[in-house]
């Protein structure tokens, strides 16, 4: 219980502290570009057309919302995580408690770092981050709506009370899972990838006799978690976008923003225009080829 309290308290800081970026990157990602290209250089030292990065975008934002603007959508955040950590914690103590499920089957507990190890493992953790998306979804719809206000300057989602109300109101139960299913897919995906590349690294590129074995497994399972997390981000994109598609905000309607029937027509959209990796990146944004700014949607065609 102590430990989960604690996992409660260190992730609601880490969330007070990252949320103007996530903030920042929703907007992105919904496509608002408020700020026209200007031109700057490449990592080469190219002139390029380029878009505001992290930090011009959040000086935009402070100009027009005070500094407190940064943290539009973060009560909803913080319930969250909150109740995302502790169903992740309960579920997972449950599932290392009955050692189920072990898909390679046998009696005998498999030996650790062994591919059996490493699917019985990643199994139970993908249990238990499912459970805590599933049951946290509904306040992550609400964040993410309070911060697409700042598109239309609405007042619509204006606390966590108030919203469930409105979306409950609006769209009944199913409102508070738009945008689950791409959301879960990237979660296991992502989980899957990262630590079966991890396993395969680990024991193909790793000897056991080298010296700071330790420390390059650590390295290794960050870097096969950012490129696993680079592979699923689509889905991740296409979960905020249906999160917030036709709620009744205007970064979420015509003109704006296209209405999509499913996720998978939100995401052939998407592979369409070529906007699968929008957001992905806040430093050195480049100027989407072949589109044009428009000045008075702020945004481009």
């Known amino acids: 219980m102590a430990d989960t309290f604690g996992q409660v308290v260190l992730g ?38 380029q878009l505001p990065g992290l930090f011009a975008y959040a000086k935009h934002i402070i100009k027009i919302d005070g500094r407190s603007g940064l943290y539009n959508g973060l009560g909803p955040r913080l319930c969250a995580g909150a109740i995302g950590t502790v169903v992740h914690s309960n579920v997972l103590q449950k599932c290392q408690e009955k050692g189920k499920p072990q898909l390679l089957g046998g009696q005998q507990k498999p ?30 719809v609400i964040t993410l709506r309070c911060m697409v206000q700042f598109i239309g300057r609405e007042t619509k989602y204006s ?18 899972f738009a945008g689950l299913i791409p959301r879960l897919l990237a979660d296991i995906l992502s989980l ?11 024991t193909y590129a790793i ?37 917030v598609n036709n709620c009744g905000l205007a970064g979420g309607l015509p003109p704006y923003a296209s209405v999509y029937p499913t996720w998978v027509d939100c995401w052939r959209h998407l592979s369409r225009e070529g906007n699968m990796g929008r957001g992905n990146s806040l430093f050195f944004r480049k100027l989407p080829a072949g589109k044009t700014y428009a000045f008075d949607q702020k945004r481009f065609f």
């Open 12 to 49: 609601a800081g880490l969330t007070v502290l990252s949320h103007p970026l996530m903030y920042i990157k929703v907007l992105i990602q919904v496509g608002h570009e408020p700020l026209p290209p200007t031109l700057g250089r490449n990592l080469f030292g190219r002139q390029v057309q």
């Open 111 to 140: 030996a650790e770092g062994s591919l059996e190890h490493v699917v019985n493992e990643t199994t139970k953790e993908m249990i238990a981050r499912s459970c805590a998306s599933i049951v946290t979804h509904p306040f992550h």
């Open 159 to 176: 606390g966590v009370f108030s919203s469930i109300v409105t979306v409950y109101r609006e769209e009944g139960v199913w409102g508070f």
């Open 192 to 202: 899957w990838i990262c630590n079966l590349l991890a396993h395969a690294f680990n």
């Open 207 to 243: 000897d056991d006799s080298m010296s700071h074995t330790g420390e390059i497994k650590n390295c290794s399972q960050a870097v096969t978690g950012f490129f696993a997390s680079m592979l699923t981000y689509p889905f991740l994109l296409v979960s905020h976008l249906m999160a």
